[in-house]
């Protein structure tokens, strides 16, 4: 039997997720501000949404626009209180000033994960050496997803990093699982999964009347109905 491809839905509220979880997502990304690209929710809103639901979740760690860490001093505060809330996956992704991954904040994130599983989120698009980046992180505890388009662009401009980076999977730095998302569209699907990939983040695509309307559980049933069809 094929495995289930797993499909994340961008979730900013508590009917978001309902309904994404309605239409078949398997897992859900917990951001704010979709006019910054989604930063760190509330507190508040991590609780009521894993009251809510009972699919996976993972809570964005990104306190401000751009891929600098920022004051880390008041980010690991929220890491505890958002554990406390019931939160136990995470996004995550910080960038230096020239373009390479800051491992001296994700690790001290990282550290106060402990343990938990999480996901480099398209920080990794905008990088000066996506394979330098991914060879530094490679045996970081708890990282098992990247998020990506293969393009800082989206992916129609990432789809042959993607399935170039699909083809070095098992490799140092590579180990982990693509997940693709960022102007992601259906018609997409066939080459990523025929390359093997089989996660997919979708945001947009689950609210056909925009970021000001909740997810259609109809519009996430769709991607379901594909996904579940090509599996």
């Given at each position: 039997m094929s495995?289930r491809?797993?499909?994340?839905?961008?979730?900013?509220?508590?009917?978001?997720?309902?309904?994404?979880?309605a239409g078949g997502a398997?897992?859900l990304?917990?951001v704010?501000?979709?006019a910054a690209?989604?930063?760190t929710?509330?507190v508040?809103t991590?609780?009521?949404?894993?009251?809510?639901?009972d699919?996976d979740?993972?809570?964005?760690l990104?306190p401000?626009?751009?891929?600098?860490?920022g004051?880390l001093d008041?980010?690991?505060?929220v890491?505890?209180?958002?554990?406390g809330?019931?939160?136990?996956?995470?996004?995550?992704g910080?960038l230096?000033a020239?373009?390479?991954?800051?491992l001296?904040a994700?690790?001290?994130?990282v550290?106060e994960?402990?343990?938990c599983r999480w996901?480099?989120?398209?920080?990794?698009?905008?990088?000066?050496?996506?394979?330098a980046?991914?060879k530094?992180?490679?045996?970081?505890p708890?990282?098992?997803?990247?998020?990506?388009a293969g393009?800082?662009?989206g992916?129609?401009d990432?789809l042959p990093t993607l399935?170039?980076e699909?083809?070095?999977?098992?490799?140092p730095g590579?180990?982990?699982?693509?997940?693709?998302?960022?102007?992601?569209?259906l018609?997409h699907?066939?080459k990523l999964?025929?390359?093997?990939?089989d996660?997919?983040h979708?945001?947009?695509?689950?609210?056909?009347?925009?970021?000001?309307r909740?997810?259609?559980a109809?519009?996430?049933?769709?991607w379901?109905?594909?996904l579940?069809?090509a599996a």
């Open positions: 495995k491809a797993v499909l994340e839905v961008i979730a900013l509220g508590v009917e978001d997720a309902v309904a994404a979880q398997d897992r990304e917990l704010t501000d979709m690209d989604g930063l929710p509330a508040a991590v609780a009521g949404i894993r009251a809510a639901v699919i979740l993972r809570v964005m990104r401000a626009a751009g891929f600098a860490a004051d008041r980010l690991v505060p890491v505890r209180e958002m554990r809330a019931g939160a136990e996956e995470f996004v995550l910080f230096d020239d373009g390479g991954v800051d001296r994700v690790e001290r994130l550290g994960l402990d343990g996901t480099f989120h398209r920080a990794i698009d905008q990088a000066a050496d996506r394979d980046l991914r530094q992180l490679d045996g970081t708890g990282l098992d997803t990247y998020l990506t393009s800082a662009a992916v129609d990432g399935l170039a699909a083809a070095r999977s098992g490799e590579y180990e982990q699982r693509i997940m693709v998302g960022g102007g992601l569209r018609d699907l066939p999964l025929a390359a093997g990939i996660a997919f979708i945001g947009g695509a689950a609210r056909p009347d925009g970021w000001q909740p997810v259609s109809e519009a996430v049933a769709k379901r109905l594909v579940d069809g």
